[in-house]
């Protein structure tokens, strides 16, 4: 995973912030930039492995604290639903711009 972490985060800041003259992409410029073929699935795997790669360190720190294992689960609970739920609603905003860009 965290080959693939690397080169996604070499991609996106040159794609969404130096490649811009303003160093941020407008409604439009993004609506024409999810048109690229590819695009929307590598902005997924980017939130995917972003999502995941934090949720495991914030797990990892959880277990180096050795508090009792029914408070451990309990977070445990809590960070897969956080990380579920990030995932989700960034899945369900590039499918909302995909979309939008195909009109």
């Keep these: ?58 797990h990892s720190i959880l277990l180096d604290l050795n508090l009792k294992p029914q408070l451990t689960g309990i977070f445990t609970v809590a960070l897969f639903l956080a990380g579920g739920l990030a995932i989700s609603y960034g899945i369900w905003l590039i499918r909302t711009i995909v979309l939008r860009s195909a009109l």
């Excluded at 690229?36 to 590598?42: E, L, P, R, T, Y």
Aim: proline share 3%; with cysteine; net charge negative.
């Design 1 to 58: 995973m965290g080959i693939v972490l690397v080169i996604l985060l070499a991609v996106h800041p040159v794609v969404n912030h130096w490649a811009t003259p303003q160093g941020l992409l407008t409604y439009a410029d993004i609506i024409r930039y999810y048109d690229v073929s590819g695009v929307a699935w590598m902005e997924a795997l980017f939130l995917i492995v972003v999502t995941a790669h934090c949720l495991l360190g914030m």
